[in-house]
Structures are given as C-alpha cells and as structure tokens.
C-alpha cells in the first residue's frame, strides 16, 4: 500500500493489515520551498513523526521513498530526509532520481530557462548524483543496502516485485500501457486509455497470452 504521509491513521493501518497488506510505503521527502511554501504537511510534513507510528498498526514492513533533485532541494533538507530514515528505522527504502519530460509544463519551463514551476530551482545534474551518492553511503551505514539502482533494502526484504523482473518470472500487466511476460514474449496493452476500453476481451485476453503452451496456461 503506498499512502500520503499526513493521511494516514492508526485505524486504517489496522485496516490494511488485517486484510493482508503486509507493507505501507510512504512519501518522505523534505525540501526547502521558501518561494513555494513549505512542503504540503499531507505528503511529507508528519512522516518523521505520526505515519511512522500510524503506519506501522499491524504492519510490520514500513517503505520510505524519496525523491532526488525536486525544485527547492538542497544539501540540507535532502540531510533532513535520510534523518528521518534512521528515526522511522523502514525495512525498505526507494531513491529516485529526478527524471525531467521535456513534453512536460517544467521541462519546457527549464529549456525556456523560466522561473514558473520552480525551474529555476531544480539542481543541477551534478547536484542530483551528489543527493544520490550520499543517500547510498548514508542508507548503507544502517544497513539498508543497494540492490536495484534505486532500490535498498535490509537482508531479507528486498522486494519480491522488483526482484521478478531480474529472475525473468512471468508477471501479467492489466490496465493501459500496462507491460506483460509470459516467460517467453513481451508484452504491452495500448498506451491509450480510449484505444485500451475499446479493446474486445478477446483481444486484451491475447494481447496477454501468447499460446495455450504459455507458462500462464492461457488458452
């Protein structure tokens, strides 16, 4: 389950956990907006204290993730955010790195060299391996190692999702754009959510299953 820090309560946590979920993923970051506002309290501003609490009611395995190289991000806060890893003590933890779209409204505000959307504050390339690199150092310091490029976790709990994709197991991808394996033959749904609902179940059914031979069984 990945939740809003500054959403959760004790009582959905219980929730979750009696109906099987067994990890809670949370958003951590922290970054210094001053000409932005400070960070909403619902997606970061509670997680190094309450969500820790709240999320762990009946669930055992707390997630972090983070985000490197966000608009307003600085040495400092980015220190911030790993601290409250060691508060939470979370079993797995995520880095990403900031991935721009030039097609998107702060990536053409970035190539115009604009302000809007705080493009004018987003780190530098450099920067955002320097927020990465320390997060590495840091995370396996508490014994959270690397095992994906962004992903970390303690001996054990390395997640079994991710871990599929490197074994080449079979996974099934339902939804548009969504991404399928069979063990043999890769394959992925229409990225258009129209073009996707038109599909007749027939055709979403062999979009999936290749032959009556695919390890799934699908005739």
């Not at 990890?23 to 501003?45: I, M, Q, T, Y």
């Not at 530098?124 to 490029?149: C, H, K, N, P, W």
């Not at 599929?164 to 069979?182: I, N, T, V």
Request: aromatic residues 8%.
């Amino acid at each position: 389950m990945e939740a809003a820090p500054g959403t959760i309560t004790s009582g959905r946590a219980r929730q979750w956990a009696a109906a099987g979920i067994n990890r809670v993923s949370l958003a951590c970051n922290r970054s210094s907006k001053k000409r932005f506002g400070e960070p909403d309290e619902a997606h970061g501003g509670d997680c190094r204290d309450r969500d820790g609490t709240a999320a762990r009611g009946g669930n055992r395995q707390l997630q972090c993730g983070f985000d490197c190289g966000l608009s307003g991000q600085t040495e400092a806060s980015w220190h911030e955010s790993l601290e409250w890893v060691e508060r939470l003590q979370p079993k797995h933890v995520s880095v990403y790195m900031l991935e721009v779209d030039e097609d998107s409204r702060l990536g053409k505000e970035m190539l115009l060299g604009g302000v809007r959307y705080g493009a004018d504050q987003t780190p530098s390339d450099d920067q955002t391996a320097a927020f990465y690199e320390t997060a590495v150092e840091r995370l396996t310091a508490m014994g959270i190692a690397r095992y994906e490029i962004s992903n970390f976790g303690r001996p054990g709990f390395e997640s079994r999702h991710n871990l599929k994709y490197w074994k080449l197991e079979p996974y099934a991808g339902f939804g548009a754009d969504a991404h399928s394996f069979d063990g043999r033959v890769r394959r992925q749904n229409p990225e258009s959510i129209d073009e996707y609902v038109t599909m007749s179940g027939d055709a979403r059914a062999r979009n999936l299953c290749r032959t009556s031979a695919s390890s799934w069984g699908c005739g």
